[in-house]
């Protein structure tokens, strides 16, 4: 992907403090990750619950501070953005969708008031009449009559709700959607057209997406782009198809051989790994995955590997992977 | 008793009774389940397939209710039985996992103690055999029976889980019923307890129904396959050909709104539309509004169940070959597996 740089992440860390005055310990939720959305891009963040990927999507929407580290869009830090038009014109052009259809709107307001809101707070400019007309046209973008704009939120179906979640974030002019789970409280029947829409509006209007799944099938969909977070750093990042044909960390090789593919022939004889994800609590350095891996040498244990780059573009934080260099490495198939 | 089945479930229909009129959730379920065998149910939300397990276990609370039909569990009909001559039943030779560990277990008791009391509930066994029992099924799951002292919080989401399954397998049930265990879970978690699941169930041989929303999970796992939508069953057959040859339209569009993580990318379509509410069903077949091949008929004509090869299948244009079933969708790989 040669596309221009919208957003960069620079050494960004986000620690938690927990336990109380006598167990102060910290929970080091994102560590030192960094990573880039191009313009017209979608990038799949993609790992196991408490890997740190919601974190991330939180730091970028600035709902929370980082701990450390930068996060640069259109080439400046977003932490110096100070006064009240900066830090509204970034949360307009980075808006966030939710997982949860139905906990993410007021039920006693009509689902058009999301909508007009973001547009009075957000462009000014617009009379109540041009506010009207443009709520119209994004819930035409995605695919919801103008008619939907009355409803009530219970009057809609899930995958309808996180329409309006993306009208609301489309109402902005945004340049970058982060998607938290978007689409894993819908049915299967009903993903596909959510999917199909973030497709679209990459295509024909241009936003990026930051689309954070634990679901690989669905991110090899639409996305660009694959990073793929354990323990609250990034094991492996690179194009996708890429990533998926020739995964080189042991970690990414698991994720990708627990996929159900119901085209493919059963092996229940396949590794039964039981291994869980780690709590990042206080550690101590090497690589997090060392205790699950098969692969593990003495190194993983001392030296935290740090992500380098093993083909064009396709990084991996692994030692094993990057001294076998351009040998397969395969821990699980 | 061998060839008596676990369950015979006929003509079952569960009602919700609200004041706006009876809801039918389920409508007219009926199959057998012999020993040993693993049913997969699938269907979106509202589709009617908790209700239906539920059902099962005769665990519906007002407004639920069975309408018809019965629940024949080795013999005995469950429906109308007392709480009383339930409990007997109950977790001895049916049990049940639920699908959020955190709510189904008890916050504020070790797991240890849950098992002491569901091994109480049924029996006088002295505390040498609680102990021993349950360390047993702890060690069948793969969890170290230090555990037992343990509280659900201090266990990780497949822990809980797994913990929930060795609490149904404390007496070695005929049957154990499980509604999505594996959806709070991440595929890697998700993928070690299904295998888990599988190789129990071949070592102890009881029967599972397995409900889910998710067609890939079980497509390696359950011996059949039932399809329900909008509380009818729309297709029901071995799991390999359903897989390979759908024959309703719904069954199909379900499969191929799967995105692939192998082989060429191709876009999909997914399902048009939103599945009806069951207070307002369409007229004919309860998928025609949103069904690619449906025609005039379709809309008037309530189908069947009908059987057709190997499989039952709930389409009018299949039943009477106007939409002729498709060559084999298996890739050479899947074939003859």
Known sequence: MTSTELLRADHLTRHFKIGGALSRRTLHAVDDVNFTIGER?????????????????????????????????????????????????????????????????????????????????????????????EAARVFETVGLGADMLERFPYELS????QRVGFAQALAMR?????????????????????????????????????????????ARYVADRLIVMYAGQIAESGPIEEVL????????????????????????????????????????????????????????????????????GHDAACHVAQQAGADQVKAFS | MSDVPVLEVSGLCVDYVLDRGDVRAVDDVSFTLNRGEFLGVVGESGCGKSTLLFAIAQLLSPPARVAEGS??????????????????????????????????????????A??????????????????????????????????????????????????????AMLFTPDLVIMDEPTSALDVVAQRSLMVQIKELQVTYGFAVIFVTHDMSLISHFSDRLMVMYAGQVDEFGATRTVFDRPLHPYTQGLLEAFPSIRGPKVPLKGIPGNPPDLGRL????????RC?????????????????????????????GSLPVEADRSTPATRGA
């Open chain 1, 158 to 161: 899930g995958g309808q709700r």
């Open chain 2, 114 to 167: 849950q098992f002491k009391d569901a091994m109480r509930a049924h029996g006088k066994p002295t505390r040498e055999e609680i102990a021993a029992r349950s360390a047993e099924v702890l060690r069948m799951v793969g969890i170290d029976p230090v555990h037992l002292s343990s509280y659900p919080h201090q266990l990780s989401g497949g822990m809980r889980q797994r913990a929930m399954i060795a609490m």
């Open chain 2, 292 to 320: 690619p091949y449906a025609v005039d008929r379709c809309a008037e004509v309530a189908p069947e169940l009908y059987q057709l090869d190997q499989a039952l299948v709930r389409c009018l244009r299949r039943q009477d």
């Open chain 1, 245 to 312: 044909a020739n995964p080189r960390h042991p970690y990414t090789q698991l994720l990708l051989s627990a996929v159900p593919d119901p085209r493919a022939p059963l092996s229940v004889a396949a590794e039964t790994d039981r291994g869980e994800p780690p709590k990042v609590i206080d550690p101590a350095p090497g690589c997090r995955f060392r205790y699950r891996c098969p692969l593990a040498i003495d190194t993983c244990a001392q030296v935290t590997p740090v992500l380098a780059e093993l083909r064009p």
């Open chain 1, 41 to 133: 891009e979608i990038v799949a963040l993609a790992g196991e619950s408490g890997s740190g990927k919601s974190t991330i999507a939180r730091v970028l929407a600035r709902i929370s501070k980082p701990t450390s580290g930068e996060v640069y869009f259109e080439g400046k830090p977003v932490s110096q953005l100070r006064s009240r038009r900066d830090r509204l014109r970034y949360s307009g052009l980075v808006p966030m969708v939710f997982q949860d259809p139905f906990g993410s709107m007021n039920p006693v307001l009509r689902v058009q008031h999301g909508v007009l809101r973001s547009l009075k707070l957000h462009r000014p400019e617009l009379s109540a009449q041009g506010r009207s007309a």
């Open chain 2, 71 to 112: 629940v024949t569990f080795q013999g005995t009909d469950l429906v109308g039985m007392t709480d009383e001559q339930l409990s007997a039943i109950r977790w001895r030779d049916m049990s049940l996992v639920m699908q959020s560990a955190m709510n189904a277990l008890n916050p504020v008791k070790s797991i240890g």
């Open chain 2, 282 to 289: 369409p007229t004919g077949c309860r998928f025609h509004p």
């Open chain 1, 174 to 218: 945004p340049k970058l959607i982060l998607a938290d789970e978007p689409v894993s409280m819908l049915d299967v029947s009903i993903r596909i057209g959510l999917l199909n829409l973030m497709a679209e509006l990459r295509d024909t209007m241009g936003v990026s997406v930051l689309y954070i799944t634990h679901d690989i099938a669905s």
